[in-house]
């Protein structure tokens, strides 16, 4: 009987990829990091489903920005979306599970998001986003805080060379005020973040066309280029401004984050006052973060926040100021890759218990299960086929050790486990093969 | 200045809901511990994308299921589909990357699925799987294990009250063709899986009505009632039906089943042969597995799986033999939850530092800072409130324990250290405060 199948074409999407091991292993990495970080630090973790009423994620941006968004009409004829962010979903969790969970709130989220974008540079259409923010509460511990858990954060994924940098929008908002260009700041602020790439001149015609003064703009700029240590700065502008309050709430908030991060211990270049950083000209109303790798500058920031005045504004009548930040994961992962700090592992297992004998699978599975029990993770080959095969298969797929018993050990009550980076082979017993792979793991992890 | 605000009603959409942090912490709980045990036994995370070319996932199922498949046209005039299991994604995924990255492969996915499902008897219209699978190997050795992962899992996951169900389809099959039924195989099958819920001689009666002779359907039924010791039926059926081969080889690999369970000294009761179960009619071939808590045997089974011949032959010619189950997620949740499993707690943290004296905040951070450093979850409280209203807050989250440290304390170094369940209070210094932390929680997590 001959059978006629009408295969379908393997593919995905334009802008959409798989996850295989080599890929999936370093993100569920940094994802499990942040969990572990964000918990460690009272954020509690909360989910929101991946379709939403259009009207809910439609309502905050602007007409661009809903273009990009997957909407479609459901079973039940309403008019469906795809989340684009982590954010917009939080708000409306915040209008409608706030009034019974109270304030402060502190939650954390991780999760796929969708938006139809163009794909040139190397932009997909599903990518992930790692959220945590603290709302409910405008103290300054808060916006402290998320300083404190960006730097638990890298420094837990193994990095040491990065920088956040700071800033808050009242020092620059203060000034403008100071200087009768109050009304001008948004347009100030976006020549202003153009600054690293325009430089000075330009930057300042750009703000002639906004209308203002040539010297107002360069008192501005001069503000946001002063170099230094941070406090020295900050000292510099209190004394410059001392009866600018909005300026003097912003200073102040600054230096109290300093010193915390310095009571801490923890290495004040980490921590880097920087007056030019605007981002989210229309959101962020205080504390503003940016965090860059200093071997990766060119990849942009890959951890980004601020404080905001009052998340769910469009949902409900209580109005929740907040501060967070976003981990970009697929940004990091990126840079990680780039850096070389990914290893290529297809596997999440250390130690690969060949098959020799497969009518001895008992003894090997209980082995493997000895092995789980001692805290190892553990693959057992399947078939029991020409050993070079299967140590071929622990090579490629990234094992480091490979334990091996044929019937001759196995009488004896052998078992023999080979070092498959230093190609080195020694011999224990069913009691000592677990101290053996400890050692042997410590040497191959750290060579 | 007045300001009108058109608000937008906060809602989800119907089937779908969102994680508060007491529902969020125990699912990541069981997601994690289901990682840790897919990963100790060799499995490697996948993921693939949410959105797929509706033909990929329209492919395999009938009317029916298609059309509870949510489907659009993109922004390119694509016609896609959100996913609604994770099998036919990986079957896709298999026919792209397994060339690539070869046999045997095991990976484990867990995601987000969405069905347009009638929304009565609780069911979500999102909800999540959490699968692993050995693909590309026929050798029993592959069954053998997943029936330990489960075993692994649920113990992980702190049950003891538990039975995995195990049944071989060849059994079955082999007893048909002997009693010339083969070709009334699916029809009596079906029928066989009402057994529980209709009895045995309306069972009888359904079977006559697919054209099954009487006695054959009670020779079936016999079979499948069979109680005992799993070794003793499986000799049993191994006198009476020595020269049946298919039957033999079912037989044979469910006694190397229940043969390595005991080697690796797992209790006997957990692993028990069920020749009545038949789940997956069309698709199962070998090893079924279905997993019940004893405590709860009305939610049916909440971790299914088995052995079939060929994953991706709607996208490849490649033949991709595989065993492997899913965990019912939301199933076991909801057990956990009847059964009193689950903690009400919101927060993933233990300890709550307390903020005295809004001017010490460097006194705090650092303080918390020391206490995750040797390994706690800390919350620093954002505001110097009432402790009164600081412990209430503490009580309510389900934090353990609270630190408190006011003027005249941290004039002395003194920090003190509250039980919030016991309601006894200690004393530390800065050097003894974690030690007596960890006592405390002990005592707390104890009780």
């Known amino acids: 009987m001959t059978e006629t ?18 890929l999936m292993i370093p993100r569920e990495k940094v994802l499990e990091t942040a969990r572990q970080v964000y918990r460690a630090h009272g954020f509690a973790p909360i989910d929101t489903p991946a379709l939403e009423y259009a009207e809910i994620l439609t309502g905050k941006g602007g007409e661009e920005s809903d273009r990009l968004i997957y909407q479609f009409k ?16 939080f708000a409306r969790f915040a209008a409608i599970h706030v009034p019974k969970i109270g304030t402060p709130f502190k939650r954390y989220a991780m999760g796929p998001v969708w938006r139809g974008e163009n794909t040139s540079h190397g932009r997909y259409r599903e990518f992930w986003q790692c959220d945590f923010d603290t709302i409910g509460t405008t103290s300054n511990a808060a916006d402290i805080e998320v300083a404190l858990v960006i730097h638990a954060l890298f420094t837990a994924l193994g990095l040491d060379r990065f920088e956040i940098r700071i ?8 000034l403008l005020a100071e200087y009768g260009l109050a009304d001008q700041s948004v347009a100030l602020l976006r020549a202003l973040d153009k600054l690293p790439k325009i430089g000075m001149e330009a930057v300042l015609d750009e703000m002639a066309g906004y209308g203002v003064p040539r010297e107002g703009g360069q008192k501005v700029l001069e503000l946001a280029s002063l170099k230094g240590e941070s406090a020295a700065i900050l000292d510099q502008l209190a004394t410059a ?3 600018n309050a909005t300026l003097m709430e912003g200073v102040n908030r600054l230096r109290e984050l300093f010193k915390v991060a310095d009571a801490c211990g923890l290495p004040s270049e980490r921590f880097r006052l920087d007056l030019s950083i605007a981002r989210g000209l229309d959101y962020y109303t205080g504390t503003i973060y940016e965090t860059f790798l200093l071997d990766m500058p060119s990849i942009g920031s890959v951890c980004s926040g601020g404080r905001y ?6 949902y ?29 592992r297809e596997t999440p297992a250390e130690i690969l218990v060949t098959q020799f004998d497969g009518s001895r699978l008992a003894d090997y599975y209980r082995m493997a299960f000895n ?8 693959e057992v080959y399947p078939e029991p086929k020409k050993i070079g095969q299967q140590l071929q298969y622990a090579e490629k797929r990234g094992f480091k050790l490979a334990v091996i018993a044929g019937p001759d050990e196995l009488s004896r009550g052998d078992w023999k486990l080979k070092n498959l980076a230093a190609r080195t082979e020694e011999t224990f017993t069913a009691e000592t093969l677990a101290s053996g792979v400890a050692k042997a793991l410590e040497s191959a992890n750290g060579a």
């Open 5 to 22: 199948i009408k295969r379908i074409e393997p593919r995905t999407l334009k802008g959409f990829r798989d996850y295989p091991p080599a």
């Open 74 to 89: 459901d079973h039940g004829d309403r008019q469906v979306a795809l989340r684009f962010d982590l954010t917009v979903p």
């Open 167 to 174: 800033n808050n929008r009242l020092v620059l908002n203060g």
């Open 241 to 243: 401004h001392p009866g």
């Open 309 to 314: 005045d009052n998340l769910a504004g469009l």
């Open 316 to 344: 409900t009548s209580q109005k929740l100021p907040g501060v967070g930040a976003s981990l970009g994961v697929d940004r990091l992962l990126a840079a990680l890759e780039e850096m070389g700090k990914l290893t290529s």
């Open 371 to 378: 092995l789980r029990q001692a805290g190892f993770a553990v």
